[in-house]
């Protein structure tokens, strides 16, 4: 599966919202219900974490002003307000099947 | 807190083997899948393999042949096995934790990466 994001570059003024998009070439909606379509940041320097899982899901401890959405083949990150600390690259992940896919990382930064 | 702790050579020749342990810290293996995944240098990130806490392993199609995961239970660790290295294998080695068997909940734990070098 291919994971294809956009835009690659985010500049972004603080307290200015950011979308990233991330579309898959086959649907990542189970029969169960669930996308398995999730969303990492690597920040510098670091390992990645992980933002959003199942392509709406807030993980622990993520800030409130980032949010996941989409279905089947077409997904959203939306941050409401960019913060200095949200640089790095964000990419989103297929587990729909293996091998597990990534999609080319957006590098967002601040302006 | 350091979750998963990574350890293993960095600098190896061509056609050796790649050896890295990830430990676990405090740990248990059940309802979670133990994945593999790398980023060559200036690269973004490429899952190679994973194996679920009942042994069961899923190899990367480019790798497979080559690539061997495996679980200790009796020291918390879990490690990977990659032969015949080349230069195209050289990147920054992550362990990293999968919450949920049938229901993957994400990737909730990375280990801090390994870089391995292959250089004549």
């Known amino acids: 599966i291919v994971l294809t994001q956009s835009p690659l570059s985010l500049p972004v003024t603080p307290g200015e919202p950011a979308s990233i998009s991330c579309k898959s070439s086959?649907?990542?909606?189970?029969?169960?219900?669930?996308?398995?379509l999730d969303w990492y940041v690597q920040k510098p320097g670091q390992s990645p974490q992980v933002v959003i899982y199942?392509?709406?899901n807030r993980a622990s401890g993520v800030p409130d002003r980032f949010s996941g959405s989409g279905s089947g083949t077409d997904f959203t990150l939306k941050i409401r307000r960019v913060e200095a600390e949200d640089v790095g690259i964000y990419y989103c992940?297929?587990?729909?099947?293996?091998?597990?896919?990534f999609g080319q990382g957006t590098r967002l930064e601040i302006k | 807190q350091v979750d998963l702790q990574q350890s293993g050579a960095g600098l190896l020749k061509p056609s050796e083997t790649l050896s890295l342990t990830c430990a676990l810290s405090?740990?248990?293996?059940?309802?979670?899948?133990w994945t593999w995944i790398r980023q060559p240098p200036g690269k973004g990130l490429e899952w190679i393999g994973e194996?679920?806490?009942?042994?069961?392993?899923v190899y990367h199609p480019s790798l497979r042949g080559r690539l061997t995961l495996s679980l200790d239970t009796s020291k918390n660790q879990f490690s990977l096995q990659l032969t015949s290295v080349t230069a195209a294998d050289t990147a920054v080695y992550f362990c990293?934790?999968?919450?949920?068997?049938?229901?993957?909940?994400?990737?909730?734990?990375w280990g801090q990466g390994t870089l391995v070098s292959v250089s004549s």
């Open positions: 990293a934790k999968i919450k949920g068997l049938v229901v993957p909940k994400g990737i909730v734990s």
């Open positions: 405090p740990g248990s293996f059940s309802n979670y899948i």
């Open positions: 194996i679920t806490d009942s042994g069961r392993s």
């Open positions: 086959e649907s990542l909606l189970d029969s169960s219900g669930y996308n398995f």
């Open positions: 199942l392509g709406s």
């Open positions: 992940m297929q587990g729909r099947q293996t091998p597990r896919t």
